[in-house]
């Protein structure tokens, strides 16, 4: 069904962003036209999903070009159901930058890039062309480069190096991947490839060509053994940065794989063993990270590469069941994540540090702050009926079918590490006693700020909470949400039909 209404989301980030620049140094304005625009793009995000729950997946032919020649933008569910979640931590992220950020780096323009990287998040989600998927993919990396470097310390710097560089050899291969589709099908549209891939008589040039794109996903995704530029990095920035990026930069690169296997590469043998092995590692890998540091922001980020892992089992497995599970975990992954790092955030301005050697007594302190902040951690853990449980059900119950016990143990081991991590957190921040803990430096703490800045502090971990709670409790919304998106993704012939206007032989 043609529809030009769903280029929308793209088109209000790229207003909201060119508007913002008119009031580079008006700060107090750029704050409250940033929350203007965050729930405006959830009412249209909102809207799309509606659209495409009831009438089935929407496209539109940029300058009427027909596909497969024009760029094709497609709104199926799982591109709107991103859509409107990273909605949603925009929303967060924009609130939390108005009370954390100092007013120097805003006037750096954190507010208009800051919607420019949701611009290209959006514009990855919604595109039906691996070209233009590539180029959303640039918008990204010079955003987010841009705000990882906003303030220009000494450590922001070294780590938007490492960032970039990866991010860089990433998009090489990336480009390599797209090159090596063209000269097999003489095609960009992922719906036509689907197609003319599966033409192909020489397999071994397919599968070299998944692997190619299986590296520069990996490497944007930061799976094992391409991960260590994620924890060397993603702690350096403010945590209102580091709160977008841990929750959605390397979740973009998990669509991607999920958009490009179940259309091109979906379910062929030597995928399918080769991401299994890279899910395993990559979970393990990930938590003995987490359990080496004592910095939260760095804990945080090995957390991050861990439960990248979880996701790639429902893809290696490519059956319905796993599938499910993948999709229900990228989407409470994605509010938990960014949550998380807004926590950490806050920990930072009520204690000066985020060594949690350093740290102690949260609890007795703030109460309700810290009840507040088991959310988002113990939701991380997947304790049930918490929304970190229910996937790892599907995970589980998908891998047993297909009897790979190596993801059965690597699920479970993965879990109980990340419990392990996550209750040694509580314990030494939250728990401890406090009295022999270093003296706070000289600065501005939580205590000392006006009632706006610590609302604006509280009020995004209370939203991000309250959405973790409902994915938890009003499970059986969600994964009625996931079936339908991993049926399509099984099956995905609704999606070729609708995009080549039933130039299916």
């Known amino acids: 069904m043609n529809n030009p209404f769903i280029v929308l989301p793209i088109i209000l980030q790229l207003v909201a962003a060119v508007v913002l620049m008119f009031f580079w140094f008006k700060i107090k304005i750029q704050k409250l036209l940033s929350i203007f625009f965050s729930i405006l793009a959830i009412g249209v995000a909102v809207f799309l999903l509606a659209e495409v729950w009831d009438n089935g997946i929407l496209i539109t032919q940029s300058g009427n070009w027909k596909a497969p020649f024009g760029i094709t933008f497609v709104a199926d569910l799982l591109g709107v159901t991103l859509v409107f979640v990273s909605s949603i931590a925009g929303?967060?992220?924009?609130?939390?930058?108005?009370?954390?950020?100092?007013e120097e780096r805003l006037k750096f323009g954190y507010y208009p890039v800051l919607h420019l990287l949701i611009m290209g998040l959006q514009g990855a989600f919604l595109t039906g062309d691996i070209f233009n998927l590539y180029v959303w993919f640039e918008v990204i990396i010079i955003s987010s480069f841009v705000l990882m470097t906003l303030g220009g310390k000494k450590a922001q710097l070294e780590g938007a190096i490492k960032y970039v560089s990866l991010n860089l050899?990433?998009?090489?291969?990336?480009?390599?991947?797209?090159?090596?589709?063209?000269?097999?099908?003489?095609?960009?549209?992922?719906?036509?490839?689907?197609?003319?891939?599966?033409e192909i008589e020489n397999i071994g040039l397919v599968n070299v060509t998944g692997g190619i794109l299986l590296v520069a996903f990996g490497i944007k995704s930061a799976i094992f053994p391409m991960y260590f530029w994620l924890p060397a990095s993603y702690h350096t920035p403010p945590p209102a940065v580091t709160a977008i990026f841990g929750g959605l930069l390397t979740k973009v690169g998990?669509?991607?794989?999920?958009?490009?296997?179940?259309?091109?590469?979906?379910?062929?043998?030597f995928m399918t063993v080769t991401i299994s092995i890279i899910a395993s590692l990559t979970i393990v890998g990930g938590a003995f990270g987490a359990m080496s540091h004592r910095h939260l922001s760095k804990i945080f980020g090995y957390l991050i590469i861990s439960h990248i892992g979880f996701m790639l089992v429902g893809i290696s497995i490519f059956t319905e069941v796993a599938l499910l599970g993948t999709v229900f975990y990228l989407?409470?992954?994605?509010?938990?994540?960014?949550?998380?790092?807004?926590?950490?955030?806050?920990?930072?301005?009520i204690n000066g540090t985020q060594d949690i050697k350093d740290l102690g007594g949260l609890y007795k302190s703030y109460p309700l702050l810290s009840l507040l902040m088991a959310i988002p951690l113990f939701s991380l853990v997947g304790i049930p009926p918490l929304s970190g449980f229910w996937a790892k059900v599907f995970f589980i119950e998908g891998a047993l079918a297909v009897q790979d016990y190596l993801l059965v143990g690597s699920v479970v081991l993965g879990s109980f590490l990340t419990l392990w991590v996550i209750g040694k957190v509580w314990s030494e921040v939250f728990w401890k006693t406090g009295e022999q803990l270093p003296k706070?430096?000289?600065?501005?703490?939580?205590?000392?700020?006006?009632?706006?800045?610590?609302?604006?502090?509280?009020?995004?971990?209370?939203?991000?909470?309250?959405?973790?709670?409902?994915i938890g409790f009003g499970a059986k919304h969600v994964i009625s949400l996931s079936q339908r998106i991993a049926a399509d993704l099984v099956d995905p012939s609704s999606y070729i039909q609708v995009v080549l206007q039933n130039q299916m032989p």
């Open 91 to 102: 929303l967060a992220v924009s609130i939390f930058a108005s009370g954390s950020m100092r």
């Open 440 to 470: 706070k430096a000289e600065g501005i703490y939580f205590d000392a700020l006006d009632r706006g800045k610590k609302w604006a502090f509280v009020s995004p971990l209370v939203l991000l909470s309250l959405v973790s709670l409902y």
């Open 254 to 269: 998990i669509y991607a794989m999920l958009r490009t296997f179940s259309l091109i590469f979906g379910g062929d043998e």
């Open 331 to 349: 989407i409470h992954d994605i509010i938990v994540k960014t949550n998380l790092f807004m926590v950490a955030g806050l920990v930072l301005k």
């Open 169 to 198: 050899l990433a998009s090489s291969f990336f480009l390599i991947g797209i090159g090596f589709l063209y000269g097999l099908t003489g095609t960009l549209n992922m719906a036509d490839l689907s197609l003319k891939v599966k």
